[in-house]
């Protein structure tokens, strides 16, 4: 529970809410004081609201909705003798008004979110207001019942006194009263059940009970009927519909008792009937604000949740089909026209939608925003669930006029489908559409996408990674391994290139590829990347102290472009370095031939700056870029780190006579700008030897040595691949 729940006084109430509570309960005393049978002060009554105003509010924000404390505010009502029809509607209507306005927090919830809470919360109290005004009308209609019951068997000893008592009793009641024989044959009934039936006695006496059927009857109703008619039971109670002679629906709590003579034996049969068709309507009402979508009438998340869950695990051979559709470039739109504009061109899309969900067992949703599902159940699922994804596509591809343009509206439909009662949850099966649906989308848009569960695997995967990265940082489960940088001219270690390696625990140890690409996207590239900049250089001090007998000379740490456009790169270097005692001509920062093609001053600005103290720069998986050979002039580069595509037609003998021209000509060039050449992903000694006789400087690879920990660099002996 959230801690706002358990404060309660002003002292823990840091945010105002208390004073806003005490302001919404001044409003609702207000509302319902002149309609309340109660010897209190309004200020009083006031008090008396407030602890009740907390409950709403507490209910309104709490993570997992829970109608009772609502239900129990509506309860408290009537126990406050606020049983005017008026009480319950004001208290609605100020709910409805300033709950939210008040006590609501757009911090935790969306406003949408929050109203769709109020009005449940609405329900909730109707709900409960409803129950206890029952439970006390039947107490009351328990002891007019006896009292009727008393007044026919004394009817011998006292007739006058007693059938006065009864008819003033039996006419006044507010609630509808009718007597009738074991037959069911109505022999009397008040002037309230009278209007109840639309104000004509003789449509209601002389009538049979029997005659009052209705085909949403509960089965077991004339079950119990014919129980209490044979002397089984003494009363029960139901909810039961009359139709009136209009052909208007009457619902009411009803309950019959059995009246028996002196000797015990059954006599009569005593009917009270409360009117409950306006509450009803009322929980209808709340209810469909609650289920459906306010702006385009739809069913909304909850409703087709609901619907989702019977449909995935009904069983008897059933299957479903899911449609989970997302507008492409919905967002321009509302941003270009404005959100007046957007909601008639999602209300518009809405429509359509409906018109091809009419076959039974199919429905549509708005799940938000400009998100849509569209549902198809039965044996036949599995091809209509794709006909209707055509259908779909088929009509949003219809212009829509909206303030005198037209606009064509494009989706991007993932579809899942399956039979009913397998393993999959509901919220599996959404999550699995929703992930295919930004399939699609990735593909181009305007198409529909299969689910597949590999993809799913690797999304949900890709989803744990990304959420358990920053925690991953602060828990120190990344570590670092290091691939030795060799001269191909004498074999010494040259240096070494630091790779960041991520242990996690339940997948193993990752590479970066699997990580380094979600970090740049969540922006967590920034941190990581200064974290292995420390770790690296201060791992090439620690060589450099202790290993004086030619240990790594330079430490080689790859940029990401998120880096390379953060402001504190060039800070951040120069504070390692200080921190560390490192010189700079110690570090080379690799950054990749892509994030450079076209680059402008500012974003060249910073790599100069480090390259000006001394730091060397290397572009990283050169001639994958296809940049333009002449902007190596004004790159500020030290070393060109060769693409392992061009080297691999070395392994074989002879090697390819291309791809030695073309290595040939990238190291005479590199050369004649004053730049030193790296090889990557050497393999054998053959590629060694051939690298050498072209001129190139520093190589890497298996040829070498696999990336390892730092303590295995320093003892590395160069020996030819198996």
């Not at 309340?36 to 993570?63: D, V």
């Not at 997302?326 to 899309?349: M, Q, T, W, Y």
């Not at 990749?592 to 500012?602: F, H, K, P, R």
């Amino acid at each position: 529970m959230r801690a706002s729940s358990q404060a309660t006084g002003p002292a823990a109430d840091p945010d105002g809410l208390e004073d806003r509570l005490r302001r919404f309960a001044t409003i609702w005393s207000r509302a319902i004081f002149p309609v309340t049978a109660t010897s209190m002060t309004r200020p009083e009554f006031e008090r008396h609201l407030l602890p009740l105003a907390r409950e709403l509010s507490t209910a309104l924000h709490e993570g997992s909705f829970d109608p009772r404390p609502a239900q129990r505010t509506g309860a408290a009502l009537v126990d406050a003798h606020c049983t005017d029809p008026d009480a319950l509607s004001r208290t609605l209507g100020v709910i409805d008004s300033y709950l939210v306005l008040y006590c609501g927090s757009a911090q935790e919830y969306s406003a949408e979110e929050l109203r769709a809470r109020c009005a449940r919360l609405q329900h909730a109290v109707a709900a409960g207001y409803a129950h206890a005004l029952r439970e006390r009308t039947l107490a009351e209609q328990e002891a007019i019942a006896r009292s009727s019951m008393q007044a026919r068997s004394d009817a011998a000893e006292a007739l006058h006194a007693t059938e006065a008592r009864f008819r003033a009793i039996f006419e006044g009641a507010a609630i509808g009263i009718g007597i009738a024989d074991l037959d069911g044959n109505v022999l009397e009934v008040n002037e309230a059940l009278t209007r109840m039936f639309g104000g004509l006695e003789h449509h209601v006496r002389g009538r049979k009970v029997t005659d009052w059927s209705h085909p949403e009857d509960r089965p077991h109703v004339w079950e119990l009927y014919r129980e209490l008619v044979r002397g089984d039971r003494d009363h029960f109670r139901v909810e039961k519909p009359f139709y009136r002679n209009d052909g208007t629906v009457l619902w009411t709590n009803l309950t019959v008792s059995l009246l028996r003579d002196a000797d015990g034996l059954p006599q009569y049969q005593l009917a009270l009937m409360e009117d409950t068709t306006e509450r009803r309507l009322l929980n209808l009402r709340l209810r469909y604000e609650a289920t459906h979508d306010a702006l385009t009438g739809l069913p909304n998340r909850t409703l087709f949740f609901e619907r989702l869950e019977k449909a995935v695990t009904a069983g008897d051979g059933a299957r479903f089909g899911l449609c989970y559709l997302d507008l492409d470039g919905f967002k321009a739109i509302n941003d270009s026209l404005g959100h007046a504009a957007g909601d008639r061109l999602l209300v518009e899309v809405a429509d359509r939608l409906q018109s091809c969900a009419t076959a039974p067992g199919e429905m549509v949703a708005r799940l938000g925003g400009d998100e849509f599902v569209a549902l198809t159940t039965g044996p036949g699922a599995q091809r209509e669930v794709h006909e209707l994804a055509a259908r779909i596509l088929a009509v949003l591809a219809a212009p829509i006029r909206i303030d005198g343009r037209e606009f064509t509206v494009r989706g991007s439909i993932g579809i899942v489908e399956g039979p009913a009662g397998g393993e999959r949850t509901a919220a599996e099966v959404l999550r699995s559409a929703d992930i295919t649906m930004y399939r699609a989308k990735s593909a181009g848009g305007n198409r529909f996408e299969l689910a597949d569960p590999e993809a799913d695997a690797r999304a949900i995967t890709r989803h744990g990674l990304t959420t358990s990265l920053p925690a991953a940082l602060e828990r120190g489960e990344f570590f670092i391994e290091y691939q030795p940088l060799v001269h191909l001219g004498d074999g010494t270690v040259h240096g070494a290139e630091a790779l960041v390696r991520w242990c996690h625990p339940q997948h193993g140890v990752l590479g970066p590829d699997r990580f380094i690409p979600l970090a740049e996207h969540t922006g967590l590239i920034v941190p990581l990347g200064r974290w292995v900049l420390q770790e690296a250089v201060r791992q090439a001090r620690f060589w450099q102290q202790r290993h004086a007998d030619g240990g790594p000379l330079r430490i080689n740490v790859n940029l990401s472009p998120a880096q390379l456009h953060h402001p504190g790169l060039v800070a951040d270097t120069v504070d390692v370095l200080e921190r560390s005692g490192l010189e700079p001509g110690a570090l080379c920062l690799e950054v990749t031939e892509s994030a450079l093609i076209g680059a402008d001053e500012d974003l060249l600005k910073p790599l100069r700056q480090l390259s000006e103290m001394g730091v060397d720069i290397a572009l990283d998986d050169f001639g994958t870029g296809y940049s333009n050979l002449a902007n190596l002039r004004r790159l500020p580069v030290n070393v060109l780190k060769l693409d392992r595509s061009f080297t691999q037609g070395m392994q074989r003998s002879p090697a390819d006579p291309v791809d030695l021209k073309i290595v040939e000509g990238i190291v005479s060039l590199a050369h004649s700008l004053e730049l030193a050449v790296t090889v990557e992903g050497v393999e054998t000694g053959a590629q060694a030897v051939q690298l050498r006789e072209l001129g190139c400087d520093t190589a890497q690879g298996w040829y070498y040595a696999r990336p390892g920990p730092p303590e295995k660099l320093h003892a590395l002996s160069l020996a030819d691949a198996v």
